[in-house]
């Protein structure tokens, strides 16, 4: 009998491809998200995807005795994947009240339902936000947590610190939080993908959308930066090697594999890409064109930051395996196929 795994936030964009590859390695999936950033629809492209229908419930995890009661109904659930939480940084700036209680109260809420019940398995959705500009490059996980630039990044700092609190307080519990640099890409059958509301804030949704013609041009946030073309850099990973990634973790703590109770990866390809290098290769492996401008920097952007993941390489047995080509096609296809189908 295969374990069930919650997937919290598991109609978002991480949450929902990591859904489909624990199903594909015959895990029992049940989704609980409050669908404040996503579609319920996204459990039929998972559906599609897979054969297998995830149980799914609307549910906010902020309301302490809901999440009891859902709980107490699926006592079978042996490990969490936490990924629910608010994601805009612009947003966190003008709202940091609702990230820190969204963000946080969600958390602390799971915690207690997995102490009370010796349920030990977490894996935590963070983000290398935590390390701001970086010293050296490519970034460690043993590199110092920097000074957050938004309260949507602090969130994720203080999220990580109260896991390992409470796992000092309380040993039989373990967690692995999974620093993810930038995730982008789509499932290659397009049937799900990265669904931003409004205005994209992120780079590869903004680009498709140009593409797409919904947006008029892309703005290159600067090309005055100390890197080779002046435009920044990030380690962009395709998004299915990112979900693969929280089905090793979760095997890992399973399994008793776990070195420590609490343990954290850096999640990126290792390689350092630089806008224009994005909108290049995006142009090329895609035969379009894109109407694009260098404007000023974006307060609050980080220069350049890569990931060192040779301890996730070691020991996750992970490794990202997809081109930043596969990653680009598979945006643009998601891109075309949610406009035809919406
Ligand atoms: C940001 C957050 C990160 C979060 C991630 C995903 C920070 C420091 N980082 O990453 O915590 O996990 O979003 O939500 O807050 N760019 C343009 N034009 C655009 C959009 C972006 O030039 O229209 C550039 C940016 O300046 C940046 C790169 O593209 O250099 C990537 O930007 P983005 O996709 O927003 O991700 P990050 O800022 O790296």
Partial sequence: MNSTVLVTGGT????????VEL?????????????????????????????????????????????????????DITAIVHFAASKSVGESV?????????NLVSLINILEEMQQRSLSNLVFSSSCTVYGQPDKLPVTESAPVKKASSPYGNTKKISEDIIEDCITANPSLKSVSLRYFNPIGAHPTAFIGELPSGVPDNLVPFI?????????????????????????????????????AHVVAIKRLLENRNKKNYE????????????????????KVNSLKLNYTITG?????????????????????????????????????WEQYYRKNK
């Fill in 297 to 333: 920097r974006r307060a609050g952007d980080t220069e350049q930051v890569w990931a060192d993941t040779s301890l996730a390489n070691r020991e996750l047995g992970w490794k990202a395996e997809s081109s930043l080509e596969e990653a680009l096609v598979s945006a643009w296809k």
């Fill in 264 to 283: 954290v990866f850096n999640l990126g390809t290792g390689k350092g890409i630089s806008v224009l290098e994005m909108i290049k290769t995006f142009e």
């Fill in 12 to 19: 978002g964009y991480i949450g929902s491809h990591t859904a």
């Fill in 94 to 102: 003008e709202k940091p009240l609702t990230y820190y209680r969204n």
């Fill in 23 to 75: 199903i594909n390695e015959g895990y029992r999936v049940l989704i609980a998200d409050n669908l404040s950033n996503s579609e319920p629809d996204v459990i039929d492209g998972i559906e599609k995807i897979t054969g297998v229908r995830p149980g799914f419930e609307k549910l906010d995890l902020c309301d302490a005795p809901l999440l009891r009661e859902y709980i107490d109904r699926n006592s």
């Fill in 208 to 244: 498709t959308q140009t593409a797409a013609g919904l947006r008029s041009q892309l703005k290159v946030f600067g090309n005055d930066y100390n890197t080779p073309d002046g435009s920044c850099i990030r380690d962009y990973l395709h998004v299915t090697d990112l979900a693969r």
